[in-house]
Structure formats: structure tokens, C-alpha cells
């Protein structure tokens, strides 16, 4: 079965701080994604890689980095912590290629919480 | 830019009812859809993955169908039981990335 795992299930930080939520899958997959959730607006894509060391951008990247230094790992960065970034923080990788290798397995979340 | 608008929102039967979960996308040209079961304050849950080319997959009470000239999936679960209750998103991956409906919460009471 595949892994994802996220490195915190409940985080509460301050406004201003830095902070990083880690995602490891152990897969070998080579997509990584991740995704915000917020009531009433859905899943939204912040960034994914497709590779180590590469970086895209998805549909709100404002105000997040991302990294991938290992093909396990994909690490999601908020430089200057906001309250506005409070949301379910979502991981998940998948293989290239077609059909069911396009499927999409997930973290169990971070509920990040920005006072 | 593809939209995909899940309804009902929200359903509540009883168990041993059969029952229907819509998704629909504007833009035909997908690769795949996914059907995700999310349980409150937890992940997502891959249930089944259509490819594009077919009409329909199966999983034990689970049947996915999928019509992409008019943009259309549904998520068939018979025989349902409390267990079930849970929310269930559709998505449908484009060039590169998936695309979310905002789901069905659903409630199936004993």
C-alpha cells in the first residue's frame, strides 16, 4: 500500500512565524502535491513537483515556497505566517504514466492554525 | 478553466437505500476522474480511478460510471450502510493536475 505521511496532524502558530509542513511518501512516486482545504472553497492546488528540484506553481502559490531536495520528500513553506493561511494543509503523490498510475494518494492532513 | 460542480451537497438516507452521487465538468477534455472518500478531519481516500477511454469501473458496492462527451460522472453505492457516511469529492485531472468538486457530504442512518 502506498504511504503518505504528513509530519504533524495539528499545528498552532503565530502570525509572522516560519513554518514548514513535510510530507514523505514511500512510493518512489515521482509527482508530489499539495493541496489547501478550506469550507465552501474546496480543494485548491498551491504547488506540486513533478521531479526533485523542480517547482510548479498551482492555483494559489501566493504566499508559499515549496522543496524538494529527495524524491520522497516535498516540503511546503510559509515564509511569514498569516491568519488568512489557516486551513487543512493536504499532501499527495503519484506516479507518471497513464491510466491508474495517474492515481492520486493522499496524507492524513495538518490543521494548520495561525493566531 | 475546468470546473467541476458535485450535487446534491449534502444527502441523508436510510441504510439499505441504494443511491446516486453526481459530478459534472465543463471541460471534456480529461484524462481521468477520480472518485475520493473524505472522512471529517481526516484525508482523502482513493475509491476508483476512470481513464478516460472507459464508460465505468467497479468496487465491491461501489460502481463509478463516466460520460465525457456530455461531462458527466456518477458514483453509484448500493445497499448502503452507516459506514459509508462520509464525504465524497470527484476530481478530474487535466493536462498535469485535478481538478475538485467541493463534494457530497453524505449521512446514511441505522
Known amino acids: 500500500d502506498v504511504k503518505v505521511t504528513q509530519s504533524s496532524r495539528y499545528l498552532v502558530k503565530r502570525t509572522g512565524e516560519k513554518v514548514f509542513l513535510e510530507c514523505v511518501q514511500d512510493?518512489?512516486?515521482?509527482?508530489m502535491f499539495w493541496y489547501r482545504q478550506d469550507p465552501g472553497l474546496g480543494l485548491r492546488l498551491i504547488y506540486f513537483?513533478?521531479?526533485?528540484?523542480?517547482?510548479e506553481k498551482g492555483d494559489i502559490p501566493e504566499g508559499y515556497s515549496v522543496s524538494r531536495e529527495k524524491k520522497e520528500r516535498f516540503s511546503l513553506i510559509l515564509e511569514s505566517a498569516s491568519t488568512n493561511q489557516t486551513s487543512m494543509y493536504l499532501c499527495?503523490?503519484?506516479?507518471?504514466?497513464?491510466?491508474?498510475?495517474?492515481?492520486?494518494?493522499f496524507g492524513p492532513g495538518t490543521r494548520l492554525t495561525v493566531l | 478553466k475546468q470546473e467541476v460542480t458535485q450535487i446534491p451537497a449534502a444527502l441523508s438516507v436510510p441504510e439499505g437505500e441504494n443511491l446516486v452521487l453526481n459530478c459534472s465538468f465543463t471541460?471534456?477534455?480529461?484524462?481521468?476522474l477520480q472518485w475520493f472518500r473524505q472522512d471529517p478531519g481526516k484525508g482523502l481516500t482513493s475509491l476508483l480511478l476512470?481513464?478516460?477511454?472507459?464508460r465505468e469501473q467497479t468496487s465491491g458496492r461501489l460502481n463509478a460510471s463516466l460520460d465525457k462527451s456530455s461531462g458527466r460522472s456518477t458514483l453509484y453505492i448500493a445497499a448502503s450502510q452507516p459506514g459509508d457516511s462520509a464525504t465524497y469529492l470527484c476530481?478530474?485531472?487535466?493536462?498535469?493536475?485535478?481538478?475538485f468538486g467541493k463534494g457530497t457530504m453524505l449521512l446514511v442512518s441505522p
Open positions: 499527495a503523490s503519484s506516479e507518471t504514466g497513464t491510466g491508474r498510475r495517474n492515481e492520486q494518494f
Open positions: 512510493m518512489d512516486h515521482e509527482n
Open positions: 513537483s513533478y521531479d526533485v528540484k523542480m517547482k
Open positions: 471541460d471534456s477534455a480529461i484524462y481521468n
Open positions: 476512470i481513464q478516460s477511454s472507459q
Open positions: 476530481a478530474v485531472k487535466g493536462y498535469s493536475t485535478l481538478t
